[in-house]
């Protein structure tokens, strides 16, 4: 297997397990060659293995060398002018294509001017780059016709899998943020464009060429999809490995890190991290040599990440964390947090947490809050909108009791001591 697309993961063998979801995921692609695919979308936390997998995916269909040509982008978290979007999107998708057709690895990431796309056109009996080229250059001035330049930048790998009699599998990673940062002005003084999301509406239900995203905030994505996607099926995602995927990668990480580890602890640090791989590879990446081979030293290593707010994993969450408290910080909003972590196996309404809590605030008060914990994709609002639940991870509970429960419980956790006692018993496998 080749890998055109640098992985952002690392050396390829660190991406470890997920089998029922590259089936499922294969299975899907399988169909779209026959034009039965219809789009899909994965969620979950920053840093839960999303883009890595939508890298292998490219790369995969890449080296298989069949019908399917694989097109990667990513949409960036920082202002960008809506005509360079268009640009950097046809240019992006133009030299994986090309890269594709010649069978070069090199082409994928290589920046190519429009100048040598355009030449290649003509060289090679592509219009379609010819024409497309000579109208995102001549409307790209302030005065251009920008929405024309984003209708034929997005729709064409879906107008090049029409022509050509081919399938195009068009992957958008972090789609959530074509709502936040691209603007009309050049200097993006303006708010951004919220409704570009819409522009997918009818490429999204395209069976030559079905599109593939994924988002790190699963609120805002749920949102974006009921409002212009509503077509685009979800694909259940968990951040956590099985658990003898998880003790896989524990090994591996070790191996790759230099960190020695023994069998037993091995499993220790399997079991403290819910086999979660970014969990695991805090762990292992900021240990010392000698951290990883006794009981007590896993314990110490996993308590840091969760418990010294500059640790890795800590400042993994303080991305989901700021937002809210420059917004809303009050004890309220933290009772609520904690005591939905802590129960992470039932849904809750407001009406049972204001009696579980025995809170003083409104129901309308208590729902306020709930809907902020939700768009900071901090707990997940239900399928009825009116019920909430903890999210499937494996640090954050553990996260939320270090920094609230001696505020809403009076004492602090001893978490060394829980750790222990969790581990005491376990046998190698």
């Not at 070069?104 to 100048?115: A, D, G, H, M, P």
């Amino acid at each position: 297997m080749q890998y055109p697309l640098t992985e952002k993961i690392g050396p390829p063998d660190l991406l470890i397990g997920r089998e029922s979801l590259f089936r499922l995921l294969n299975n899907w692609i399988d169909d779209i060659d026959n034009q039965s695919s219809q789009s899909r979308v994965i969620m979950g936390r920053r840093k839960s293995g999303k883009s890595a997998i939508a890298q292998r995916l490219f790369n995969q269909l890449w080296s298989q060398n069949g019908n399917v040509i694989p097109f990667y982008f990513e949409f960036d978290e920082h202002k960008i002018y809506y005509p360079n979007l268009a640009l950097d999107y046809y240019n992006s998708f133009a030299l994986q294509y090309i890269s594709f057709l010649e069978r070069n690895e090199k082409y994928v990431e290589q920046s190519f001017s429009f100048k040598k796309i355009r030449e290649y056109g003509l060289a090679h009996a592509i219009p379609e780059f010819v024409e497309d080229i000579d109208f995102l250059l001549d409307n790209r001035g302030t005065e251009g016709d920008h929405e024309a330049m984003w209708e034929i930048a997005s729709s064409a790998p879906e107008r090049f899998a029409a022509n050509y009699d081919k399938r195009v599998f068009v992957i958008l990673d972090e789609f959530q943020y074509i709502t936040e940062f691209y603007h009309a002005d050049v200097y993006c003084q303006t708010p951004p464009i919220e409704s570009l999301a819409g522009s997918y509406h009818a490429l999204s239900d395209s069976k030559l060429a079905p599109m593939f995203l994924t988002s790190s905030y699963i609120s805002k994505q749920r949102a974006i999809l009921a409002e212009y996607l509503p077509k685009v099926t979800e694909i259940p995602f968990s951040s956590s490995l099985t658990p003898e995927e998880g003790l896989e990668a524990v090994y591996k990480y070790a191996e790759f890190y230099n960190v020695s580890i023994t069998d037993e602890t091995a499993v220790q640090i399997n079991t403290l991290c819910k086999a979660e791989p970014f969990f695991i590879y805090t762990v292992i990446q900021n240990s010392t040599d000698s951290d990883l081979k006794t009981q007590e030293g896993v314990v110490e290593s996993v308590y840091y990440q969760v418990s010294n707010r500059r640790s890795e994993m800590s400042g993994t969450w303080k991305e989901y964390f700021v937002p809210i408290w420059r917004r809303m910080c009050d004890k309220p909003i933290d009772n609520l947090l904690y005591h939905i972590s802590q129960h992470p196996d039932r849904a809750w309404t407001g009406a049972e947490l204001k009696e579980a809590l025995q809170m003083p605030l409104s129901l309308d008060e208590i729902e306020e809050r709930l809907v902020a914990l939700s768009n900071a994709n901090l707990i997940i609002r239900g399928l009825s909108g009116s019920d909430f639940k903890a999210l499937s991870e494996a640090s954050l509970p553990l996260i939320l009791r270090n920094r609230f429960e001696h505020e809403i419980l009076g004492f602090s956790p001893d978490m060394k001591k829980e750790f222990h006692e969790q581990l005491a018993g376990l046998k190698v496998r």
